[in-house]
């Protein structure tokens, strides 16, 4: 009989599958946001406990319960409205389609959001589009594109299978799959004997959480965090052949790309040099993000000893983590972000108001803590365009 405390990795099926790390009580949803403070501080949370396997590299939280989560049109976490994030998914779209050939062409997407990447696929490579996702809400921009693109507002799963395409790419929805397999599985069977379906998937990259300490993208949303190892495992045992993993995006993003085909599931000697390394660092991980977590509290507590006017930039996860982890309810008032759709807003579990930039003309901030760093360029340009002379930190 299996040992009830045991947990089989979802991935490789190892039971070499052991928590090396929790974080409890931690907001349900991050990018579900509140019209009233108190139900933003009362809004539900659950745990996170996070195991690693050794055996390929998958990275899950055990005590994920996805009856919790029901993604809705309620749930905003675009990043379209940043001109850096702009830019890159802009560059990324041309480079698909130049890549792949995406021109004239039927092309999937699992898990558009509110669909702005594939209106890009479709509108620069005239192609036809079908987008998946329960959050898409029908957007005025998009009625240019309308007998270009369909928007399905479910997830897709096997009853879709039927959609023939030459593409499919699916960007930031693996890692909020609990059996990841289950998704490829279907995949690679409704593309069938098509061998020429191009797939692109883009992840968050746990190298970067686990190894750099971008600590902040810890978040219940997320079940899974894939390192390279781990993903190109997951696309060879379902049926892929991997023809290429990168990080990108300021090494924040890992993205694949495959086809329907047999590969070698047996690592090679960098794949195992690089599993290695990651397991070591999964053994400090614990250590290091107490000191980090310490380390901020003790600037935190600086900070309002000096009596300094402090928002944080960047309402998405990483700054609802940052607030949540460090119990900060009354230090940061404000908490800034690009997308209109959160403004006026308050955040998971410590209430801040979400602000527009225009708002700190006003407040005249003395501290502008970055939570992301891939931005601070826009930022500092944009706040310098407003007159500002705060400082700033990147957290």
């Known amino acids: 009989m299996n040992n009830p405390s045991q947990h089989i990795c979802p991935v490789c099926g190892s039971s070499h599958f052991e928590i090396f790390f929790e974080m409890l009580e931690m907001p349900i949803f991050c990018n579900v946001l509140w019209p009233e403070k108190k139900d933003a501080q009362n809004c539900d949370k659950g745990d996170i406990k996070l195991a690693f396997c050794s055996s390929c590299g998958f990275i899950g939280n055990v005590a994920f319960d996805p009856s919790l989560l029901d993604y809705t049109q309620a749930y905003e976490n675009s990043l379209d409205f940043s001109p850096r994030f702009q830019n890159y998914s802009q560059s990324l779209a041309e480079r698909l389609i130049e890549t792949h050939n995406l021109q004239n062409?039927?092309?999937?997407?699992?898990?558009?959001?509110?669909?702005?990447?594939?209106?890009?696929?479709?509108?620069?490579?005239?192609?036809?589009?079908?987008?998946?996702?329960?959050?898409?809400?029908?957007?005025?921009?998009?009625?240019?594109?309308?007998?270009?693109?369909?928007?399905?507002?479910?997830?897709?799963?096997?009853?879709?299978?039927?959609?023939?395409?030459?593409?499919?790419?699916?960007?930031?929805?693996?890692?909020?799959?609990?059996?990841?397999?289950?998704?490829?599985?279907?995949?690679?069977?409704?593309?069938?004997?098509?061998?020429?379906?191009?797939?692109?998937?883009?992840?968050p990259n746990a190298l970067d959480t686990f190894q750099?300490?971008?600590?902040?993208?810890?978040?219940?949303?997320?079940?899974?965090?894939?390192?390279?190892?781990?993903?190109?495992h997951a696309f060879a045992s379902n049926g892929f052949q991997v023809q290429?993993?990168?990080?990108?995006?300021?090494?924040?993003?890992?993205?694949?790309?495959?086809?329907?085909?047999?590969?070698?599931?047996?690592?090679?000697e960098q794949q195992i040099s690089d599993l290695q390394q990651l397991t070591q660092d999964i053994q400090t991980f614990g250590s290091?993000?107490?000191?980090?977590?310490?380390?901020?509290?003790?600037?935190?507590?600086?900070?309002?000893?000096?009596?300094?006017r402090t928002v944080v930039w960047g309402a998405g996860s990483k700054g609802v983590t940052f607030l949540n982890l460090l119990k900060?309810?009354?230090?940061?008032?404000?908490?800034?972000?690009?997308?209109?759709?959160?403004?006026?807003?308050?955040?998971?579990?410590?209430?801040?108001?979400?602000?527009?930039?225009?708002?700190?003309?006003?407040?005249?901030?003395?501290?502008?803590?970055?939570?992301?760093?891939?931005?601070?360029e826009e930022i500092r340009q944009m706040t310098a365009d407003m007159g500002l002379s705060a400082e700033f930190l990147c957290v």
């Open 105 to 203: 062409q039927d092309i999937i997407e699992i898990g558009c959001g509110k669909g702005e990447f594939l209106v890009s696929l479709c509108e620069l490579g005239n192609n036809r589009g079908v987008g998946f996702d329960p959050t898409y809400v029908p957007l005025p921009e998009h009625e240019k594109v309308k007998d270009k693109t369909t928007f399905i507002q479910d997830y897709y799963s096997d009853k879709y299978a039927d959609y023939a395409s030459d593409f499919i790419c699916c960007r930031h929805t693996l890692e909020h799959i609990p059996q990841p397999n289950t998704l490829l599985a279907n995949l690679r069977k409704a593309i069938g004997n098509r061998h020429n379906t191009a797939i692109f998937f883009e992840v």
């Open 212 to 232: 750099n300490m971008a600590i902040w993208d810890i978040i219940y949303e997320h079940c899974c965090y894939f390192a390279p190892v781990c993903l190109s």
């Open 244 to 268: 290429k993993t990168s990080e990108e995006f300021r090494n924040q993003f890992l993205c694949l790309e495959a086809v329907p085909g047999e590969s070698n599931r047996e690592m090679d």
């Open 288 to 308: 290091r993000f107490a000191n980090k977590v310490e380390a901020w509290q003790t600037k935190l507590e600086y900070i309002t000893s000096q009596d300094q």
């Open 328 to 376: 900060n309810r009354n230090q940061i008032e404000f908490i800034v972000d690009l997308n209109p759709r959160k403004q006026g807003m308050y955040v998971a579990g410590t209430g801040q108001r979400i602000v527009a930039p225009d708002f700190l003309r006003d407040y005249q901030p003395e501290l502008i803590l970055i939570m992301n760093p891939v931005y601070e």
